[in-house]
């Protein structure tokens, strides 16, 4: 079996998901601390002194097996050879990924060589083709003299990765000559750990984590004083621009939400360095790297159910056949076991937290099991809390969780989960560079994606390779025939994008809609409750002359559809147009319930299509699914269109018709200026004002805002923001008597409680949070 991972995925898997099992932080060291350094490294690349005979291993050793004497077998070592592979030429005028890729399969068959239970294990005279490999490439290409071309990735991250921990894995066969050749041309790509000040967040943990082995190779101090110095730096929260912020979101690329694939590698470089160099001359003390472990719960578990990594905050690795949802989940857990093991000495209870989080998602992830899929030592990190029977597999989070500095929210209950996806002027409508993520176009323009625990393959099954990537489900979207990668640079004028939380548990999600390059505009609405999403949509306004649709699902599914009771046809090409439709239901799925009747479209198709369509080099062979698409038609040059649905995951068809019946959501008010719902069973009222107004017993004055209210046992809970950020104060007025005392939290002021409730928030500093008031009878 062919284990391959992205550029992305590797430099996570080399760089973190450590456990106590590898790079245990209490270990003393040796009297040389740069030969303790190579072993400890040699030992995470390899999984160390693994039993050969144990099954787990058995496809992760023979796969390495396999790939390493492929490799050795196509190997050119004559004297006038110009690439150590043919089909990976060399020069300016091919890719420069042939440079890493050339030094990537001498890194394979150099873990073959020193990995227990390979037919290469100890191989000598493979480690000294390997050697003669490096002295190639480091005089031909990867060299002191060579000019960069292509991808700089490959010269300052990518080569020096494969190039380090290949020297690594052989240094018992390196001459000192050869190992000055090897850091002289690490040296001239990357003259300091910063590239001048360019490397930053997940670039500058990678090149922290090469500047120490590469220091370490050559007893360099320096070298990894320099990379133990810039580590620190990752470890304040952003306040602009790219970063880590304390919300949990990890912008990257300009924009971009990245948390599942860079913000992992960010994670993951610290955690292996923190523990690599732990108890050495350059272990890291600074006390702000408490950060990074509380943020181990804000950034990355919100965006990982059972093991599979929300795609939205995946990037452009969507587009990757070789890296769906569960592979980024299943990095990430390892990255838990790194980050578990550098805060066991001073925090052992949040240790042990996220151990367990990371053996549920380990032991969830049926769509990319750890030991069919993954390298040797990821097995040994995984099997260090599978099989440990004293950490108990922690209980899924249920909440709501908004990340206004990149537009993405997520709402987690018992059995699924959903994440939004938006666009403001504060973040890029999507990413495509590298040739990846070509129809990448609607990805952030509302798209709502459903997880459900009954379902874990939805989104990593040729999902992405085959979906019309025109109707993403919860967009509403404009039909235009975009070119790839068009508009990926782009960004929306608009700024309403946000909402707010009541209670940690839901929350009231808004949009205003300006569409990538046409003239569509439409203000949307998610209101998150416990176990239905209320989507409201209105202000719909077109003027390119071609069709609108909202999509209300886009389920990959051969599974029965329903639309009032009446189960329809199961052939693929089917459609059905329903006026005044009142409900319909996907089994297995969910359930869909339309306020007062809506008018749908309802199709069945087999798609087809290639990750070669989507991503460059992705494989030309294509695949097929059948896909189940309700949309609300708005037609052509809608002028204040609008939608209502009410999304119930789980349901099944008897209990969709009985909630259509007996609904718990009512509709206050769906207009360009103002949407709400409430929620009768949970006292909840939530509004989004796109602009001044009232909506049921909420009234917003002079300026935007998100309000959610929650009536409990005499407890009344207000939740606002200013999604906008334009704004210092808002004020807010609620039709609530009888409230004799308030709590407020920071940054509100209570103005009345005299007949009606009157709150001033000052929204000026909240960057888009929520500020809260209680108020008691």
Known sequence: ???????????????????????????????????????????????GAINPADPAYATALGSLGTRAQGHRSTLQTNTGRTELWPDLPLGPSHPSANVTASFGRLRTMALAQATPGTPQSGDTALAALIADGLSFLTSRIYTPGQAVFGNGWDWNIGA??????????????????????????????????????????????????????????????????????????????????????PSGSYVFHNGRAYNGTYGIVHFAGIGTLLNLLAGSPWAVTDPAVRNVFDSATTAITPFVRNGLMFDSVR???????????????????????????????????????????????????????????????????????????GVPEAAQAVGHRQFFEMDRVVHH?????????????????????????????????????????????????????????KKLPGTTVDLKDFADSEGASDRSAAAWAGGAVVQGAYGAVGLNLDALRVTLNARKSWF???????????????????????????????????????????????????????????????????PGGMTIGAYRSNLT??????????????DTRQYVLLQRDHGTNPAGAGYAYVLLPGFTAAQTAARASAPTVSVLANTAHVQAASHSGLGITMANFFAAGSAGPITVDKNAASVVMREQGGTLTVGVSDPTRAHSTVDVTIARSGYVSAAPGPGVTVLSLSGQIRLRIDTGTAGGATRTAVLDK
């Open 1 to 47: 079996m062919k284990h391959h991972v992205s550029r992305r995925a590797f430099m996570a898997l080399a760089g973190g998901g450590a456990s106590a099992v590898l790079l245990p932080a209490q270990r003393a060291y040796a009297a040389d601390a740069y030969a303790d350094l190579r072993t400890r490294w040699a030992e995470r690349l390899t999984g």
């Open 160 to 245: 020096p990765s494969q190039l380090t921990d290949t020297a690594t894995l052989v240094y018992p066969v390196l001459s000192s000559a050869q190992i000055s050749a090897y850091c002289a041309s690490i040296d001239h790509f990357d003259p300091d750990v910063t590239l001048g000040g360019v490397a930053t967040g997940a670039n500058l943990a990678d090149m922290c984590r090469i500047y120490t082995v590469r220091g370490a190779l050559q007893g360099n101090s320096a070298k990894i004083g320099e990379a133990a110095t810039a580590l620190t730096t990752l470890f304040p929260y952003a306040t602009s621009g790219d970063g880590l912020y």
């Open 315 to 389: 990037g452009r690795a969507i587009s990757r056949a070789d890296e769906p949802d569960a592979a980024d989940g299943t990095t990430a857990a390892l990255v838990l076991l790194d980050l578990a093991t550098a805060t066991a000495g001073t925090d052992p209870a949040r240790a042990a937290e996220l151990r367990g989080i990371a053996k549920r998602w380990l032991g969830r992830n049926t769509a990319w099991p750890i030991t069919a899929k993954r390298d040797v030592a990821s097995i040994r990190r995984a099997k260090s809390v599978l099989d440990d029977s």
């Open 413 to 469: 209950r018992p059995s699924w989960s959903y994440s939004i996806s938006m666009c403001s002027k504060r973040t890029a409508y999507y990413e495509s560079i590298n040739g990846e993520n070509k129809h990448g176009w609607h990805t952030a323009e509302g798209m709502a994606q459903l997880y459900l625990d009954n379902d874990p393959a939805q989104y990593n099954d040729a999902f992405w390779n085959t979906v019309f990537a």
């Open 528 to 594: 998150c409750f416990d176990d239905c999403v209320a989507a409201l949509g209105a202000g719909i306004t077109s003027t390119d002359s071609r069709y609108i649709n909202t999509i209300i699902e886009n389920r990959r599914t051969t599974a029965a559809l329903t639309v009032d009771g009446t189960v329809q046809p199961n052939t693929a090409g089917w459609s059905g147009a329903f006026s005044a439709a009142r409900w319909a239901h996907i089994d297995g799925v969910a359930g869909y319930v339309f």
């Open 609 to 622: 299509g290639s990750w070669s369509a989507v991503n460059a080099s992705g494989p030309t062979t294509p």
